[in-house]
C-alpha cells in the first residue's frame, strides 16, 4: 500500500500561488494520485486525480514527473476560504478499496 | 439532489453502550466505505464494502461492526469493546467509473460521556 508524505502546514497570502508537494516512492505502475480538500468539521473534497505529466480542472492543476515518486498540487490565486486540509492519496489500482489518508497540510491562507 | 447522508450529526453515549451510525447514499455506488478521524489526524479506514452482504475490515476495525443489506446503506455499529470511540466519524462511496473519487458524507461526531 503506497503511503505519501507532505508538509505539515503551509502558510500563504490571498491571491499567491500555492504549491502543495506529495511524495510518494512506492507508487505502484496502475496507481492514480488523488487530491482531497478538508474543512473543518467536513467530510474531505475531490479535487483533481491524475495518473501522468499535468492535469488541470476548474479549480487546481496536478503535476506529476516522469517517475512519478512526487506530484504537485498547484493552487493559483489562493483566496481566504481555500484554508483547509489537503490530503494526497495514491490509490491501489487493482484493489480500489483500499486508501490511505495521511494526516495531510494544513493550508493557512491569511488576509 | 444525490449524495450521501449520515446521521445523527452529533451522538452522545455513555460507557458501554453500543450506538449505530447510519449512513445512506442515493449515487447508486456499489463501494461504501467507514471512516474514523480524530482531532488533527487524517482518516484511517475502518471498514468498506464492495458489494451488498458483502464487507472487508479495514485498519481498526476491532470494536466495529456493519451491515450491507442494501446497496445504499452501510451502517456502522460502535460496540462497547472499542476503548477510544470519542471521534469524527465519515461515511464514503464510490462508484465504477471512477473508484479513485470518493464522495463523502457530512459525518457523525461521537462523544462518549
Redesign the interface.
Same mark, same amino acid.
Given at each position: 500500500l503506497a503511503k505519501t508524505t507532505q508538509p505539515i502546514s503551509m502558510d500563504s497570502y490571498e491571491g499567491q500561488e500555492v504549491n502543495i508537494t506529495c511524495s510518494h516512492n512506492n507508487i505502484a505502475t496502475n496507481d492514480?494520485i488523488?487530491w482531497?480538500q478538508q474543512f473543518p468539521?467536513? $467530510?474531505?473534497?475531490?479535487i483533481i486525480?491524475g495518473y501522468k505529466t499535468k492535469v488541470t480542472n476548474e479549480v487546481a492543476s496536478l503535476f506529476i514527473p516522469a517517475d512519478r515518486k512526487s506530484s504537485t498540487l498547484s493552487l493559483p490565486r489562493v483566496s481566504l476560504s481555500d484554508t483547509a486540509v489537503y490530503?494526497c492519496?495514491v $490509490?491501489v489500482g487493482d484493489n480500489?478499496?483500499?486508501?490511505y489518508? $495521511?494526516? $495531510?497540510t494544513k493550508l493557512n491562507v491569511k488576509p | 439532489d444525490g449524495g450521501i447522508t449520515q446521521s445523527p450529526k452529533y451522538l452522545f453515549r455513555k460507557e458501554g453502550q453500543n450506538v449505530t451510525l447510519s449512513c445512506e447514499q442515493n449515487l447508486n455506488h456499489d463501494a461504501m466505505y467507514w471512516y474514523r478521524q480524530d482531532p488533527g489526524q487524517g482518516l484511517r479506514l475502518i471498514y468498506y464494502s464492495q458489494i451488498v452482504n458483502d464487507f472487508q475490515k479495514g485498519d481498526i476495525a476491532e470494536g466495529y461492526s456493519v451491515s450491507r443489506e442494501k446497496k445504499e446503506s452501510f451502517p456502522l455499529t460502535v460496540t462497547s469493546a472499542q476503548k477510544n470511540p470519542t471521534a469524527f466519524y465519515l461515511c464514503a462511496s464510490t462508484g465504477t467509473l471512477s473508484y479513485n473519487e470518493q464522495f463523502f458524507g457530512p459525518g457523525t461526531r461521537l462523544t462518549v460521556l
Amino acid at each position: 500500500l503506497a503511503k505519501t508524505t507532505q508538509p505539515i502546514s503551509m502558510d500563504s497570502y490571498e491571491g499567491q500561488e500555492v504549491n502543495i508537494t506529495c511524495s510518494h516512492n512506492n507508487i505502484a505502475t496502475n496507481d492514480y494520485i488523488t487530491w482531497y480538500q478538508q474543512f473543518p468539521s467536513q $467530510g474531505p473534497r475531490f479535487i483533481i486525480q491524475g495518473y501522468k505529466t499535468k492535469v488541470t480542472n476548474e479549480v487546481a492543476s496536478l503535476f506529476i514527473p516522469a517517475d512519478r515518486k512526487s506530484s504537485t498540487l498547484s493552487l493559483p490565486r489562493v483566496s481566504l476560504s481555500d484554508t483547509a486540509v489537503y490530503y494526497c492519496l495514491v $490509490g491501489v489500482g487493482d484493489n480500489f478499496n483500499k486508501f490511505y489518508f $495521511g494526516s $495531510g497540510t494544513k493550508l493557512n491562507v491569511k488576509p | 439532489d444525490g449524495g450521501i447522508t449520515q446521521s445523527p450529526k452529533y451522538l452522545f453515549r455513555k460507557e458501554g453502550q453500543n450506538v449505530t451510525l447510519s449512513c445512506e447514499q442515493n449515487l447508486n455506488h456499489d463501494a461504501m466505505y467507514w471512516y474514523r478521524q480524530d482531532p488533527g489526524q487524517g482518516l484511517r479506514l475502518i471498514y468498506y464494502s464492495q458489494i451488498v452482504n458483502d464487507f472487508q475490515k479495514g485498519d481498526i476495525a476491532e470494536g466495529y461492526s456493519v451491515s450491507r443489506e442494501k446497496k445504499e446503506s452501510f451502517p456502522l455499529t460502535v460496540t462497547s469493546a472499542q476503548k477510544n470511540p470519542t471521534a469524527f466519524y465519515l461515511c464514503a462511496s464510490t462508484g465504477t467509473l471512477s473508484y479513485n473519487e470518493q464522495f463523502f458524507g457530512p459525518g457523525t461526531r461521537l462523544t462518549v460521556l
